[in-house]
């Protein structure tokens, strides 16, 4: 059903334009006269939906002649360009959303897979999702939701629990030695920084919370308005990636010393999608090899504070350090007084 008739357009004169007796039962052909009838043009142009072109085409008139003769009957003719008529539109059907929502967060269904199955052409799939609130997942192929995660059970049992090392756990689990340490930097998991520590010692990090704490990216952070969100799945936590730009990338890689994972985990932006950012906005990288600056930074307050914790309030700074104290003193053996 077209969404306009005959009835609807005006004619100067009498200010209406009389019903369309060409709709009617057995009066499609056209009559038998020689001088071409308004009326049927008029029919062909708003009940038919056909353009100039095809009325010419179908009566043997020239399509300006088509156009003048409408002009004059009083038809609005559409701007040129703009297409034929379009179908009236029909309401979803009532368990669309619910359809939907089962193919593809349930069944983890691309939209041309889901288009395929309901007949529906993808892109009107793909509208249909963000009308209902369904979050649509990153293009490509590399999803941040398809991503290999080790659980953080898991991780606990084998990675903290046992002192395992995490190519120990990869081997186990038969995933890489990457995938562990990003899954447990992602879940709030400490991760043992120096080497295999079979205790949990002071030795930890948890990166997202070490990140937050960390001065310099605190106040980029603040500068640029983006959020702290707690440790978790990196698509969880940000639904919507924060925009890279190119202050932000520079003031976080360069200034706050950041690896691509730290950038990840701040902005939910997948590393590799940083990197293509960085090389697109001629932002170089480090030497490869070695700490970062933002890890350096970290262990040189950590073990700053391990070593305040350490000295007596009661003992001398320069005591500690004596050289001519004997190593039995230093390591407290019994009948020699401690300091």
């Known amino acids: ?102 193919l593809y967060k349930a069944g983890r269904l691309s939209s ?3 288009a395929a199955i309901t ?24 999803n941040r939701e398809d991503r290999q995660l080790v659980a953080g059970e898991v991780l606990d049992d084998l990675y903290t629990g046992l002192g395992l090392s995490a190519d120990e756990v990869g081997r186990r689990l038969g995933t890489s030695r990457s995938t562990v ?23 930890e990090i948890k990166l997202v919370e070490a990140l937050y704490a960390d001065p310099l990216i605190a106040a980029v952070l603040d500068a640029r308005g983006i959020p702290r969100v707690p440790p978790g799945l990196v698509w969880q936590r940000f639904p919507d990636p924060v925009p890279l730009t190119t202050p932000l990338v520079k003031d976080l890689y360069w200034g706050c010393g950041a690896a691509l994972t ?11 999608t940083v990197r293509g950012f960085m090389r697109r906005a001629g932002i170089p990288l480090r030497h490869p090899g070695g700490r970062t600056p933002f890890l350096r930074r970290w262990r040189a307050g950590l073990k700053a504070a391990q070593t305040s914790s350490r000295t007596s309030p009661h003992t001398p700074a320069d005591r500690t350090g004596d050289p001519h104290r004997s190593p039995a003193a230093r390591r407290g053996r019994p009948g020699i007084e401690q300091e």
Do not use: F, N
């Open 262 to 272: 730290h950038i990840e985990l701040l902005t939910g932006q997948p590393a590799m």
């Open 181 to 203: 340490l990003r899954s447990a930097h992602a879940l709030g998991v400490p991760v043992r920084v120096g080497g295999i520590v079979p205790v949990p010692g002071s030795e």
């Open 112 to 114: 041309p897979q889901i």
């Open 119 to 142: 007949g529906m052409p993808e892109r009107t799939v793909r509208d249909r999702l963000r009308r209902y609130g369904i979050h649509v997942r990153t293009r490509g192929r590399w």
């Open 1 to 102: 059903m077209l969404d306009r008739d005959l009835g609807t357009a005006g004619i100067p004169g009498d200010g209406t334009l009389p019903s369309c007796r060409y709709c009617h039962a057995g009066q499609h052909a056209a009559p038998a006269r020689d001088w071409p009838d308004p009326s049927r043009l008029a029919h062909l142009y708003l009940c038919r939906g056909l353009s100039t072109y095809a009325i010419g085409e179908i009566t043997g008139l020239d399509r300006q002649r088509v156009a003048r003769m409408l002009r004059r009957a009083g038809v609005p003719l559409r701007p040129r360009g703009a297409g034929r008529l379009r179908p009236l539109r029909r309401d979803d059907p009532p368990g669309l959303p619910r359809v939907l929502a089962e």
